[in-house]
């Protein structure tokens, strides 16, 4: 992928989430090292027991991130949507990767340089702060996932990891509509295409979601959070709340 690197257009920096709280300088600096390409499906970004070099970030697209080749059983963690930066605390600690981060679907990948990421983290309050919100939500996320991967109930698993992928922190770039296929959902939950369907369809039913061309639109997110509790109307919380 590094072949195809090439610099961040105007809209593509406007999706970086974390480039607002820099001060003019340290913008600059980061923009200026910023690499941005496009990625194909079932290219690895990042793989198991490779060191890490930069900071990743989707643009557009959709990621896994798994330690499929790793000893134990093969679990999938989370999907990283748009808006979404991974690899922190990798890159903190100057480690190797101990997982995988596939391409679900055609993806625009950003990259920050380890050195420039380090040189922010010391030199940015703000930036910090980002970053400790970021290790923060990530570590719920990531006590979310395992609780998920114990669920047998379909429909509960689907409702949760797609409860997961509207993540406002974690992943501004999503807003209300995510796009998705059924079956590269079907990807990130271990079920298939055509139970994805049912337990979707169930969704709707209930008003949490609604099943649009090339994608989903979340009506009411923390219905989806709390399925299959029925919630109350005035409870609803909109996406981005």
């Known amino acids: ?133 970021q290790l923060n939500e990530r570590l719920g996320q990531f006590i979310a996932a395992r609780e998920i991967d114990r669920i047998s109930d379909p429909d509960l698993r689907v409702a949760r990891n797609l409860a997961a992928l509207f993540h406002p922190q974690l992943y501004p770039g999503v807003g209300s509509l995510l796009r998705i296929t059924q079956q590269e959902l079907g990807y990130l939950v271990g079920l298939s295409r055509q139970r994805v369907n049912q337990a979707l369809n169930k969704l709707a039913e209930r008003g949490l979601i609604s099943i649009e061309y090339g994608g989903l639109r979340v009506l009411d997110l923390q219905g989806l959070r709390c399925f299959p509790q029925v919630m109350p109307a005035v409870s609803a919380l909109p996406v981005g709340a």
């Open 1 to 133: 992928m590094r072949q195809r690197a090439r610099a961040a257009t105007a809209q593509e920096l406007a999706a970086i989430p974390w480039l607002a709280l820099l001060d003019p300088q340290q913008r600059a600096k980061a923009v200026a090292q910023l690499e941005v390409a496009d990625a194909q499906v079932g290219e690895r970004i990042c793989k198991i027991g490779k060191k890490a070099n930069y900071w990743f970030g989707v643009i557009d697209g959709l990621l896994k991130m798994s330690n499929d080749d790793s000893t134990g059983q093969a679990i999938t963690f989370t999907g990283v949507p748009p808006g979404g930066w991974f690899g922190e605390g990798t890159l903190l600690k100057r480690e190797s990767y101990r997982y995988n981060i596939q391409v679900l679907r055609p993806s625009i990948v950003a990259g920050l340089p380890l050195e420039m990421f380090h040189e922010l983290l010391e030199g940015s309050i703000a930036f910090n702060r980002f970053m400790l919100n």
